[in-house]
């Protein structure tokens, strides 16, 4: 099936600093792109969607200023967190759409990131 | 706005039981439902979608069901195994193209 990465699993810095987050399709050429954050033993919380070559549309209460989302290639898209501070620590996935009839979303292994 | 809802939020059954998971959700308009599986601190794995024509898929020991009408799902399980363990999300797409909308997930464990 359809493979998605994203890089780094896991990220640690500290507070004031920019973190920024790669999501790949693998095998396939994604238009569209989801940021997603997770909470602890929360569900998935939609941020943004990305798609190629346009700006991202961010959901209600995702400041986009602060989550920078680049969409520049059907393979790549990238996720930049400005500025962290320690209520950013999360745990973030990625999913690219693959088209076609069953328009099937593949997700990422996610990165954990904490703030110190 | 299209809310979905997962029951159980956890569940622990022998090794062996056969479970069932249920989802519901409250717009029966939608594109199709996908059931995903998430081990702790990993990313998630599609298991199962079901097309809004379908009333099932089967993969395995999965079988999922869909009846649109009534807004519900579920996700059986037969002969579970400790390796089942994990969170097992449900997640419907109202249009193509539009985002996934998630419920809160049942826990599963397992015991040996």
């Known amino acids: 099936g359809a493979v998605v990465s994203q890089h780094p699993s896991r990220v640690i810095c500290k507070s004031g600093t920019s973190v920024k987050i790669e999501c790949r399709s693998l095998?396939?050429?994604?238009?569209?792109m989801f940021w997603y954050r997770q909470f602890p033993k929360k569900s998935l919380m939609l941020m943004a969607t990305?798609?190629?070559?346009?700006?991202?549309?961010?959901e209600q209460g995702v400041e986009k200023d602060k989550f920078l989302i680049n969409h520049a290639s059907l393979t790549l898209s990238t996720l930049t967190v400005t500025s962290a501070h320690p209520e950013d620590s999360s745990f973030y996935i990625c999913?690219?759409?693959?088209?076609?009839?069953?328009?099937?979303?593949?997700f990422g292994p996610g990165t954990r990131l904490t703030v110190l | 706005k299209q809310e979905v809802t997962q029951i159980p939020a956890a569940l622990s059954v022998p090794e062996g039981e056969n479970l069932v998971l249920n989802c519901s959700f409250t717009?029966?308009?939608?594109?199709?439902l996908q059931w995903f599986r998430q081990d702790p601190g990993k990313g998630l794995t599609s298991l199962l979608l079901?097309?809004?024509?379908?009333r099932e898929q089967t993969s395995g020991r999965l079988n999922a069901s869909l009846d649109k009408s009534s807004g519900r799902s579920t996700l059986y399980i037969a002969a579970s195994q400790p390796g089942d363990s994990a969170t097992y999300l449900c997640?419907?797409?109202?249009?193509?193209?539009?985002?996934?909308?998630f419920g809160e997930g049942t826990q599963l464990t397992v015991n040996p």
């Open positions: 999913s690219a759409r693959l088209g076609g009839r069953l328009d099937t979303q593949y």
């Open positions: 717009d029966s308009a939608i594109y199709n």
């Open positions: 095998d396939f050429q994604a238009t569209t």
């Open positions: 997640a419907v797409k109202e249009t193509s193209g539009s985002r996934l909308t």
């Open positions: 079901i097309q809004s024509s379908q």
């Open positions: 990305s798609n190629e070559g346009s700006k991202a549309t961010y």
